[in-house]
T-cell receptor, first 116, second 109 residues
Framework: EAGVAQSPRYKIIEKRQSVAFWCNPI?????LYWYQQILGQGPKLLIQ????????DSQLPKDRFSAERLKGVDSTLKIQPAKLEDSAVYLC??????????????FGQGTRLTVV | AQRVTQPEKLLSVFKGAPVELKCNYS??????LFWYVQYSRQRLQLLLR??SRESIKGFTADLNKGETSFHLKKPFAQEEDSAMYYC???????????FGKGTHLIIQP
């Protein structure tokens, strides 16, 4: 079974620039998550999708961050404009349909963003 | 608000010695607790969850609601156990996980 795919693996941008990350979840997984992991911290949930609808975006800084999952499969996370404190690893995870019960979340390799 | 605390950033033990990674949580309801592990250059992966009550790679963890703890234990550490370990909580109707800051476990030969 192929895992969660993310790209790019690394990205370096200047502050105030824009950046986008892409995630392809495991086939058949209806639930998709984006997490932010700052160095020395555990992952923090940014947004959760169920198919193409948002379930939880309470911790997403909506003034600069946006995410979409238009067809209920792939997802993109965008930051515009980036700040120095956005430097982190951005993790995508997916799991089976939440209505089927609580299931394991599978994580991608992450995208390491450095804002200079 | 829910919170997960892992008091040790780094834990170093010798091969064959017992290991205990501490995890305490704060949550008003009935949470689900998990341990995730990240080996060097690998992705984050589930190690075990409290509802399964199983032993994975020799590790066990018991949910203690009185002490609000979910410590991870292994009686005899192996070098391949060296990794970052994260305790995580899922509560209420949400599926997203709340993670602790992680403990870097180093097993010395």
């Amino acid at each position: 079974e192929a895992g969660v795919a993310q790209s790019p693996r690394y990205k370096i941008i200047e502050k105030r620039q824009s950046v986008a990350f892409w995630c392809n979840p495991i086939s058949g997984h209806a639930t998709l998550y984006w997490y932010q992991q700052i160095l020395g911290q555990g992952p923090k949930l940014l947004i959760q999708f169920q198919n193409n609808g948002v379930v939880d975006d309470s911790q997403l800084p909506k003034d600069r961050f946006s995410a979409e999952r238009l067809k209920g499969v792939d997802s993109t996370l965008k930051i515009q404009p980036a700040k120095l404190e956005d430097s982190a690893v951005y993790l995508c995870a997916s799991s089976l349909d939440r209505s089927a019960g609580r299931t394991e979340a599978f994580f991608g390799q992450g995208t390491r963003l450095t804002v200079v | 608000a829910q919170r997960v605390t892992q008091p040790e950033k780094l834990l170093s033990v010798f091969k064959g010695a017992p290991v205990e990674l501490k995890c305490n949580y704060s949550y008003s309801g009935s949470p689900e607790l998990f341990w995730y592990v990240q080996y060097s250059r690998q992705r984050l992966q589930l190690l075990l969850r409290h509802i399964s009550r199983e032993s994975i790679k020799g590790f066990t963890a018991d949910l203690n609601k009185g002490e609000t703890s979910f410590h991870l234990k292994k009686p005899f550490a192996q070098e391949e156990d060296s990794a970052m370990y994260y305790c995580a909580l899922r509560g209420g109707g949400a599926d997203g996980l709340t993670f602790g800051k992680g403990t870097h476990l180093i097993i010395q030969p």
